[in-house]
Nanobody, 128 residues
Framework: QVQLVESGGGSVQAGGSLRLSCAASQNIRSINFMAWFRQAPGKEREGVAFIYTPGQQTSYADSMKARFTISQDNAKNTVYLQMNSLKPEDTAMYYC?????????????????????WGQGTQVTVSS
């Protein structure tokens, strides 16, 4: 069992920044893949950023690549999502996810069904 606890969400104005944190209950390098997804009201959950924790390789959804950065701190078993130049359309519940069901590397698991552990979510609201 992996427990994931997100924090760092909040309300910001357009153009602002937030850093989300996801603290895992075990060594994140043993998890293989961790990711951030988001879900806006009335929309499907979408992948935002992904990290292969053994090597810290990263991948992003095209629309977020220039503004978001995923990173990890192995000592704290924590994955971060730095979000810059936020837009109103970034408003959503942001979820941390972990995949422990075997590695697919070098293929990236990009869909929500690829992940078997989820945090409770943290709300991000961007006002114009």
């Amino acid at each position: 069992q992996v427990q994931l606890v997100e924090s760092g969400g909040g309300s910001v104005q357009a153009g602002g920044s937030l850093r989300l944190s996801c603290a895992a209950s075990q060594n994140i390098r043993s998890i293989n893949f961790m990711a951030w997804f988001r879900q806006a009201p009335g929309k499907e959950r979408e992948g935002v950023a992904f990290i292969y924790t053994p090597g810290q390789q990263t991948s992003y959804a095209d629309s977020m690549k220039a503004r978001f950065t995923i990173s990890q701190d192995n000592a704290k078993n924590t994955v971060y999502l730095q979000m810059n130049s936020l837009k109103p359309e970034d408003t959503a519940m942001y979820y941390c996810a972990a995949r422990t069901a075997g590695t697919t590397w070098p293929l990236w698991p990009l869909e929500s069904h690829d992940y078997n552990y989820w945090g409770q979510g943290t709300q991000v609201t961007v006002s114009s």
